[in-house]
């Protein structure tokens, strides 16, 4: 007993952030407007601010399925001019979003099953218009509705964020492969060998993505996407020091399509 204890590897060393700082990771809102003013007002009015800094991030997704994706992406990027202390991540659809706008018919194809239809009726198209168009008419809609600042916006996001022992992404990394080098197609759509995976990383990763009734706590990563498209819960990691705690919605669900 003594030779064991004293040989015992110590104990990893919590990951943390800056002592200053508080950090509230939202994950995937998905055209949920409802579920995001709910969630800010619960960080606003959250008691461990206390005149702190705060740093919100959005790991991205904020468009497709839910029904008003115009509406979360105008309120983040107001909150974004507002203060630098707002980040935003590119996720896997708004990839979908800007590259469907230049013209890819892979992503158009994507686009149209993975809820663009409801992102194109949130910018005015309407029902009827929609369902005429082919993918080339979708193309043609994108450029007719929705705003060139919006379009701009969604292709700059980048694709990680670092803060202390911290990685925020949207869909996870490649295993094994430095934060520098990572591709931004694993970045916004890696699932396995990222999931799988119970060794650590080169950072603690938070991620979205990946949706689950309840936050994935692992012991290298953390995914917050719970399906707010559908659930009605949005839910948000908040980060202090070495600890962690989440803020959640309880809205009503939705009746979105479930694309992958």
Request: contains cysteine; charged residues 25%; hydrophobic residues 40%.
């Amino acid at each position: 007993m003594v030779f064991s204890k004293l040989f015992r590897r110590p104990a990893t060393p919590a990951p943390r952030i800056p002592d200053d700082l508080l950090v509230y990771a939202i994950g995937d809102v998905h055209g949920r407007l409802d579920c995001l003013d709910d969630l800010l007002v619960q960080i606003d009015t959250d008691p461990a601010r206390d005149g702190r800094r705060a740093m919100l991030v959005f790991l991205g997704d904020l468009i497709d399925r839910g029904p008003d994706s115009r509406g979360v992406v105008d309120r983040v990027m107001a909150m974004r001019a507002a203060s630098d202390d707002v980040h935003c991540l590119c996720g896997n659809h708004e990839e979908l979003l800007f590259t469907a706008a230049e013209g890819s018919r892979q992503a158009l194809g994507v686009f149209a099953r993975a809820g663009g239809r409801e992102t194109l009726l949130s910018y005015g198209v309407s029902e009827d218009a929609y369902e005429r168009e082919d993918l080339k008419g979708v193309q043609r809609l994108i450029a007719e509705h929705v705003p060139v600042e919006h379009l701009h916006f969604l292709r700059n996001l980048p694709d990680h964020l670092i803060v202390g022992d911290y990685a925020f992404v949207h869909a996870g990394i490649r295993p094994g492969v430095p934060l520098d080098a990572q591709k931004s197609s694993d970045l916004r759509w890696i699932r396995s060998p990222f999931l799988d995976h119970s060794g650590p990383h080169e950072r603690f990763v938070i991620h979205g993505h990946t949706v689950t009734g309840d936050p994935d706590i692992r012991t290298n990563r953390i995914g917050i996407d719970t399906g707010a498209y559908r659930s009605g819960r949005l839910t948000a990691l908040v980060l202090d020091g070495d600890t962690r705690r989440f803020l959640s919605t309880s809205l009503a669900a939705g009746t979105y399509a479930a694309a992958a």
